[in-house]
């Protein structure tokens, strides 16, 4: 395994931000670390809720900090131990980073699982994350786990946020019960920053998702990077849209924030455009943090032309997730009166690492520069798992790399410790994307070095949706890629061969759409189903699902290096 060597990099904002979540004996609790701020301003606004029905509730830091020390006790009454997970399945709510806290005072891994996830991803990344607890509403656990309980041996208890009286049994329990029959007193472990704190699983374009494992030093990324680029503070009020089950909704949505002593906005509505608009004009957003394909959409809902949104304290804007066209920064310019920052990471860095920062005047479209501390370079790979590293005071166009020392690095991929290794050569570690550094030393985006499939800022990996496909007893092979789409960016797209007895027709398409949709959840699903009468293959057998997309698209295939020549003049 590589060891992170961030602390002898020696920088001073880290070297800030670790004094800060550090205990007098050296030990980091990021759940422990957010008490600091309700000793010092306990009646400060530390979540603030917007629900369904518009109404708003707020949560202190002194009230936060006692309840997830009983949410702390509670998980450890049903067996969550240091080093075990806590998979929480929760959708948008004040339960999300209530929960996060507790399990990580409790010494406990938190590992946010997808809302949208069909039953099939979550047994499967419960498979991969192994022994722990499952926190979930009720009706989440009736939809998503009841018919998957005897495949999930994993799991040492089941808990429900809101569970209906009466619903302790076969292992599943009242969070509310649990607390009222737990302790008082602290209870936060002591666990050194190199201790796991979190798993979020992310997909490849091959086999079984892999768990990013991230340890409790993470934080001192996050602190940095909010105070840099975010500009967090403690008088912000901060709304970050994502989803709890990606890693934005963790690292941005609750840490982050939280750490630093601003005051959470949650919205638990579903997006809609002037529902979000609405939020951050009643809630005083002062900072946004969102993705292009929510802004693309507010901004066709809200086009150019039309008079300026009235979000009077907003002061910073920024996205993540997905390359941030210039279209849109012009429309943040003229209708939020905010340049919009780009940032740029990924699950496996934990924290932001290019962004465009007040501090640089990077040009709209591109992400910006590395962030302090954090030290950049592009490279080509070679035969044998080696690198060629190209100057990094030169426009050049390359996989992006990092020096492998920076205090959010992921430790492990769970249980992979090749593939874990196979990311990294020379010290450095490679992201899989492709970049462009331009002369003055900004970073464009240009695309993944594999064919993973990108919709509104979800990494799809196209093996488990063409795995779904073909338990369907219609198909025989299947490509799953992704095509360009004006609002998510690309849209999963398969295309199926059939079994001998199975005709082509608009009604198959139908039921391998809603097949998919029931086992993958509206994220992961196709969205169109074509029919082939065979997929092209490599030798080696391997299904070429460039040539598919190319076929799909109806271009001709044409070498990557096109391609990304194409995307630069683009861009
Ligand atoms: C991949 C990481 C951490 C954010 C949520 C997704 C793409 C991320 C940008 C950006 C263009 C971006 C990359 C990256 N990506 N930010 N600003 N411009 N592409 O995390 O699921 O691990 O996906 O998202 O391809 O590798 P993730």
Redesign the pocket.
Known sequence: MESNEFTRANVPAWRSARDWLAEPHGTVNLGAAIDRHAALRPDQVAIKVRGADGTVSKLSYRALCAETTRIAHALRVVGLRPGLKAYILLERSVEFPKLVLGALKAGGVAAPLFAAFGPDPIATRIGVGGEGVLVTTHALYRRKIAPIRARLPQLRAIVLVDAPEGAWSDGVFDLNLLIAESGEGPCSVDTDESAPALLHF?SGTTGTPKAVVHSHAIGVSLVATGREVLDLGGLDRFWCTADPG???GTAYGVLAPLLIGATLVIDTAPFDPQRWLDTLACMRVSVWYTTPTALRMIMRARPLGQPPLEATSLRVVAS?????NAEVVEWGRTMLGQRIR???????TGAIMIANTPAGASADGS?GRPVIGVRAHLVRRLPLGLIHVLDDHEAAEGELAFDAAWPAMFGAYLDQPARYRSQFSNGLYL???LARRDARGDYW?VG?VDDAI?SS???IGAYEVERVLMAHPAVAEAAAIGVPDDTCGEAVHAVVSLNAGYAASDALATELRGHARARLGAVMAPRHIEFSAELPHTRSGKIMRRQVRAQALGESIVDLSMLEEASLHEA
């Open positions: 992310t990606w890693v934005t993540v997730g997905e390359p941030l780009d940032t740029w990471w990924q699950t496996e992400m992201t899989g994307d985006y993944r990108q800022g979800h990494l």
